[in-house]
Structures are given as structure tokens and as C-alpha cells.
């Protein structure tokens, strides 16, 4: 409940009340009567991080603003406020403007406009232009301090003006960014310095004295540095020696996971509740081995957040960021040695070199016309593909890696051939009459129509079923003397990797 001060009341709000202002007249009494009705306000607000901002004061300057604006107008009646939120997030994946939205399209909404402290808290780029359609259908009425009131959305000057504040608002977030990279640059080559991010495996942070910037130091804030783990770093030692001996990367997962090794995210729960933590696997061998970090030096910028472009085509378009690898000419490295080295770069640069994946001893390349579009039957998984006796062919293995001793019984290895697929497909009539162009004689045009149709394959040892988006359509009907599966020889047990599989992984 808000404190609400006498007028003659003996504390210092009050004291403060009766003080004559600066023309020599009192201060107005507080009305204690309700203000006129007037216009319904739904107010929104936003900030960008949690760590750094404080909600109560960020979330009241803006109320303020916003509460000047519609002096005399009317009053706000609910309020919206997203909280790390950056500005680049589209309106219908910030999750109090998602909020919002559904609200104004809802006929009993309570409110008739709605009013921002300011632009660059509410809009981005373009991100005002998509949302203009919705407001003017729906009669809601957006109210702005750069506007000095409700927006006329068919005044050519005032839409003019919102195009600039969005292209304003767009290279504040850009100039910034290329501010904070500039120094984060210069910072990891020329310093070493632990730009933030989790230890990788094998070391952990400890401090490393006071901030340089005099300001963040009087603040309490303090660098920190790699130093090697005593329970985690000898086990990376290891797995460079072994890869340097010439063992593949699935022989090393299974070798750790038989030992019960804890894998990085079982070792660091704290920094890695996303991941399962149950055992070790080709990617996480793969990562230790490509990650330069190991030699001593400060290695930054490996990783970026790619952006997908909203495109103005008046709708509301949904924003994502997809974490992708940088390739190793855009890394940053530092000049000299930052913390205890694991390995040196010599034989850092040597496990680079080793491929163990098997080659074809005629050098061609494989091609798979059907990759990604047979599913298994048995698990449900994607098959992969399997080149055998001069043809291409899908297996699944039901779950089941070269990462793990085999204990358990499980469900048979499937074997699928290519040309046993494309066969059938192209003599099923009655796909065809559903599908005509699926009757080509051409493995090319199969292939690509069935993506093109977002069609898959589902094969069991008993049936093979061609699914699209609203039929399924079985391919072996009984009688068919057309085998069901392939007869290709399961591979001996042992250390085995196709090719395919290596080089997703391997870092060359």
C-alpha cells in the first residue's frame, strides 16, 4: 500500500508539503477524489539486463515519462513491463508484450491506448511499421513522447519521424556493439584477459586481482583467470596423448565412459543444468581436442549469435538467435601465454593433422540421395547413412554408439538399400496415384520431390511407409517379393567409425 502523507501531519513528507514553492505559492493538496476516467492506458515498459539495471527505477522513469505525456488525457489502468529483454527481441517473443498483444486483439480488453515511456524501450528497427496494422484494426491508439501524443498513422510527417527513431534506435544497438567488440578484442589479444563464459574442461576460475577500470574496482569487481583443475585437467592431458597415439575419438569416449570418467557437464553441474550430464560423447571428445584454449593462450570470439532478419511485409515476424561456430581466421588469440598451459601448442596443433576416419580407397566421394529422409520404424530416429559393397544404404542402430561397450541386449541393427527404396517407390501405383511425379524414372527428381513435399520414409523390418503431411502409404504390400531389407552384412565389432560420422565432429 502507498504511504500517503498529511497535510499537516508532523513527518517530513509532510513538512515538505506545506513548503511554499518556488513563486511563493503552497503546493497544491493531493486530490482525494479519483481523477475523470478519460482515456484507459495500458502502459509498456522494458529493460534490457537484470544484472546491471534495477527494475523499480528503470520501470518508474519510464512510468513517469509516460504518466506526463497523458496529463489531462486519461490514466494508466495496467501496466506491461518485459525485463531482459533486449530490443531486438520482435514484440511476440517478449514475453509481457506477447501479453499485450493477445490483449488488444481481445474484445474486452479494458484499456483504449497505449503509451510508452519512450521509443527506443519499445521499438526497433521496423518492428513499429509490423505492428501498425494490428493497432489500426483493433482501434487501439499508441501514444508517444516523441510524437507528444497519440500517433497519427496517416500523417506523413509523423511516420516519416517514427522511420527515423527506428533507424536511431538500430544504430544505437549497432554502435554499441561495435564499441564492446572493439574492446573485448583488444582486451582478449593484447591482455589475455578472461572475457566471462565457463571455464572449459579442465580448468576453473580463480581471481585475478582487482578491476583495472578504477570505477568497476571501487564497485568490488575483480578479474578472473584460468588456472588448471586438479580433478579435471589430467584427464584432458590424457586425451591429447591418446589422440596423438592414433586412437579415434569414439574409442576415447568409450574408454573414459568404461572408466566412469564424469563428463564435463556431470563435473560442472552448476554451469550446465542444460545438459544431461550422463556421459561422455564424440562431440564432447571432439570439442576438447579443437579448443586452442588448452595451449595457454586467450582464445575469444569462436562463437557467435546470428540474428534472423525481420523483413517488413506487415506482419509480425518472430525473432530467433541461432549460436553458430566462427571459422578459425575470425578467432581472436592472444599475443602471449594467459594462463598454465595443458598442452603445448606443438602437440595441439599435431592432433589437428590426425584423421582416423576411414577414406574410400577409391577417393570418391559418397552421395546419399535419400540422407535425412528415412526413419526408423523400431526407435524413431533419423537412419544413417551406410555405404556398403559399392552402394549406399541406411542403418539404424537404435540408439546404440561407438561410445559405449556393448552390455545389453537390443533391438537388431536395420539395414535399408538405396535402390531397393527408390524401386519400390517408383512402382507403388498407388502412390502414384496420389503422387505422379514420384513414378520418374529419375532418382534425382524422387529425392528432391519427396524434401520438397516434407515426405519421409518409415521402415521397420516388416514395412516400409512413404508419410507425408496428411496420408501415410504403405510400399510393401503382402505378396510383394520385393526383400524389406537389404541383405548388407552387419560390420564387425570393435573400434569403428564411418567417415560421415568423424567428420561432423572433427575439427580440421
Known amino acids: 500500500m502507498q504511504y500517503a502523507p498529511e497535510l499537516d501531519g508532523p513527518d517530513l513528507l509532510g513538512w515538505w508539503i506545506r513548503q511554499p514553492n518556488h513563486r511563493g505559492h503552497h503546493r497544491a493538496r493531493r486530490p482525494t477524489t479519483p481523477p475523470p476516467p478519460g482515456i484507459r492506458f495500458a502502459f509498456y515498459g522494458r529493460m534490457s539486463t537484470v544484472d546491471f539495471q534495477d527494475r523499480a527505477s528503470s520501470c518508474r522513469w519510464q512510468r513517469n515519462y509516460a504518466e506526463d505525456l497523458i496529463a489531462g488525457h486519461g490514466r494508466i489502468v495496467v501496466e506491461f513491463f518485459d525485463e531482459g529483454v533486449s530490443r531486438r527481441v520482435t514484440w511476440p517473443d517478449r514475453p509481457q508484450a506477447a501479453r499485450l ?9 479494458g484499456f483504449d491506448a497505449i503509451v510508452a515511456g519512450e521509443y527506443e524501450r519499445a521499438f526497433h528497427g521496423q518492428q513499429l511499421e509490423q505492428l501498425t496494422p494490428v493497432l489500426v484494426e483493433h482501434g487501439v491508439q499508441l501514444w508517444l513522447p516523441e510524437t507528444y501524443g497519440p500517433v497519427d498513422f496517416d500523417n506523413p510527417r509523423q511516420l516519416a519521424l517514427l522511420d527515423l527513431l527506428g533507424v536511431h534506435s538500430q544504430r544505437e544497438v549497432s554502435r554499441a556493439r561495435h564499441r564492446t567488440t572493439a574492446a573485448m578484442r583488444a582486451q582478449a589479444e593484447l591482455q589475455g584477459r578472461h572475457l566471462g563464459g565457463r571455464p572449459p574442461y579442465g580448468y576453473r576460475l580463480v581471481d585475478a586481482g582487482p578491476h583495472p577500470n578504477r570505477a568497476h574496482a571501487a564497485w568490488g569487481r575483480r578479474l578472473h583467470r ?39 557437464s556431470d563435473a560442472d553441474r552448476a554451469r550446465n543444468p542444460h545438459r544431461s550430464g550422463q556421459r561422455w560423447m564424440l562431440t564432447t571428445v571432439a570439442a576438447i581436442l579443437g579448443n586452442p584454449r588448452y595451449t595457454g593462450r586467450q582464445v575469444w570470439n569462436r562463437q557467435r549469435t546470428d540474428h534472423d532478419i525481420v523483413e517488413p511485409d506487415g506482419t509480425i515476424t518472430r525473432h530467433q538467435e541461432v549460436q553458430r561456430w566462427n571459422a578459425a581466421p575470425h578467432w581472436v588469440i592472444s599475443n602471449q601465454i594467459a594462463h598454465p598451459p595443458l598442452v603445448t601448442e606443438e602437440q595441439f596443433v599435431a592432433a589437428q593433422t590426425i584423421h582416423t576416419a576411414p577414406t574410400p580407397a577409391d577417393g570418391a566421394p559418397r552421395h546419399y540421395l535419400l540422407a535425412g529422409l528415412v526413419c526408423c520404424g523400431v526407435c524413431g530416429r533419423i537412419m544413417d547413412s551406410h555405404w556398403v559393397h559399392s552402394r549406399p544404404g541406411y542403418r539404424c542402430r537404435h540408439g546404440h554408439t561407438s561410445t559405449h561397450t556393448k552390455t545389453s541386449p537390443r533391438p537388431k541393427i536395420l539395414y535399408i ?28 527428381k524422387i529425392a528432391a520431390y519427396l524434401r520438397t513435399n516434407n515426405m519421409i520414409i518409415v521402415c521397420d523390418h516388416h514395412a516400409w511407409t512413404v508419410e507425408a503431411e496428411t496420408a501415410a502409404y504403405t510400399l510393401n504390400p503382402p505378396g510383394s517379393g520385393l526383400a524389406t531389407t537389404a541383405k548388407i552384412p552387419a560390420q564387425r565389432d570393435g573400434d569403428h567409425t564411418t567417415h560421415e560420422e568423424l567428420s561432423r565432429f572433427v575439427w580440421k
Do not use: K
Open 101 to 109: 498483444l493477445a490483449a488488444v486483439v481481445d474484445p474486452g480488453r
Open 226 to 264: 584460468l588456472e588448471p583443475d586438479p580433478a579435471t585437467a589430467p584427464y584432458v592431458r590424457w586425451i591429447f596423448e591418446q589422440r596423438l597415439a592414433g586412437r579415434s575419438v569414439a574409442s576415447i569416449a568409450r574408454a573414459l565412459n568404461d572408466t566412469g570418467v564424469p563428463c564435463p
Open 417 to 444: 538399400r538405396e535402390d531397393h527404396l527408390l524401386d519400390r517407390i517408383r512402382h507403388d501405383r498407388g502412390l502414384h496415384r496420389h503422387y505422379p511425379t514420384l513414378r520418374s524414372p529419375d532418382p534425382d
